[in-house]
């Protein structure tokens, strides 16, 4: 739990995401409880933090 939080912690605009359901994008906007991520040309969705499940190396999402 430790690790998680320290994680989403350290989230920053521009950093590219998987959430706990599988989707991925890129972080385009930070609140204090939720952000929004780029998942596909421009549709955006509002994701909670504590959702993320991982954060992907720079330039994962275009090799998808």
Do not use: C, W, Y
């Not at 320290?6 to 609140?31: F, R």
């Not at 939720?34 to 720079?58: H, Q, S, W």
């Amino acid at each position: 739990q430790k690790e998680h939080k320290a994680m989403v912690e350290a989230l920053a605009k521009g950093d590219e995401i998987q959430t706990m359901g599988g989707m991925m994008g890129k972080i385009t906007e930070m609140g204090d409880n939720f952000m929004k991520v780029e998942v596909a040309d421009n549709v955006i969705v509002m994701v909670r933090k504590t959702a993320v499940e991982a954060v992907l190396p720079k330039g994962s999402l275009k090799e998808m």
